[in-house]
């Protein structure tokens, strides 16, 4: 069997804030997304790349948390069903 799911991430800048939204997508995948930030400091020079960088990482370990804690608790699921509800 092959399955294969994508991650598409989609950001919006306004010169000091960067939003990432990262999606699960493909036929059989669960449908989760996360969101992430980044603020650039006064400081820091105008480079939009590292603020999406810092944006997505965010946005990836949160959908990583969440896909984390979904399997978890299809585990559980699991492990309680009766063993004739087991496939």
């Not at 399955?3 to 306004?14: K, R, T």
């Not at 990432?20 to 980044?38: D, I, K, N, Q, V």
């Not at 810092?54 to 979904?70: D, N, Y």
Request: aromatic share 4%; net charge negative.
């Amino acid at each position: 069997m092959h399955n294969q799911w994508d991650v598409e991430l989609s950001f919006e800048e306004d010169g000091v804030h960067t939003t990432c939204e990262a999606r699960l997508t493909g036929a059989r995948a669960p449908g989760l997304s996360a969101h992430g930030e980044s603020v650039k400091s006064a400081e820091d020079r105008p480079l939009a790349r590292i603020g999406e960088e810092v944006a997505a990482s965010r946005a990836l370990a949160e959908l990583s948390a969440k896909l984390r804690t979904q399997a978890t608790g299809e585990i559980d699921d699991e492990g309680r069903r009766p063993d004739y509800l087991i496939y």
